[in-house]
């Protein structure tokens, strides 16, 4: 059984984005605020002690800066996986903003993260969700001994673990056998 700590982002600083008014998955290129950042060097700090030998984030920049300032404090590269960026609140990839994106979380809580029965929703449901980020945890957990960091996002750590609301710069341990 492997070890996995999974470690939301820091904060991220959508200002530069929305300043050029870029739609839907081009918010995914938003960094940490500064606050953002002293969060991932936080979760740095608290999990120096674990041994971790594995850092795998998701491709979003706000992961992959998180993941860029963790993996220089603990001195471990950082890999990264598709499979581990964020849900995808619409299929489309035209939503406008933050209430765009909570009204599909409003509606994914209301069917309780799963499509309606026989109706398709543009937003992703939980258990792909789950599997794909399962899917990525098994092949980096295969070619490690001991515990694994993976930097990703508050719905994908809902879809693993069922724990809602994650706090920025938070982890969440997660114990996984392939």
Do not use: N
Not at 9 to 33: E, F, I, K, N, R
Not at 163 to 174: L, N, P, S, T
């Amino acid at each position: 059984m492997t070890q996995i700590y999974l470690v939301r982002h820091g904060q991220p600083d959508y200002a530069p984005v929305d300043s050029c008014g870029w739609p839907g998955m081009a918010t995914d290129a938003a960094p940490l605020t500064p606050e953002g950042a002293k969060q991932a060097e936080a979760v740095a700090d608290l999990l120096s002690g674990i041994g971790a030998t594995y850092l795998v984030s998701s491709p979003f920049t706000r992961a992959l800066h998180s993941a860029a300032i963790i993996g220089h404090r603990l001195a471990l590269g950082v890999r990264v996986d598709y499979d581990l960026r964020d849900w995808l609140p619409d299929s489309t990839g035209s939503w406008r903003g933050v209430a765009d994106v909570r009204a599909a979380e409003a509606e994914l809580d209301e069917y309780d993260g799963e499509w309606p029965e026989g109706i398709r929703r543009a937003w992703e449901p939980l258990s792909v969700v789950r599997a794909r980020a399962r899917e990525a945890l098994a092949r980096h957990t295969a070619s490690t001994d001991g515990p694994v960091l993976a930097i990703t996002h508050a719905m994908v750590i809902r879809a693993l673990t069922g724990e809602r609301g994650v706090e920025h710069g938070r982890h969440v341990y997660f114990s996984y056998e392939a």
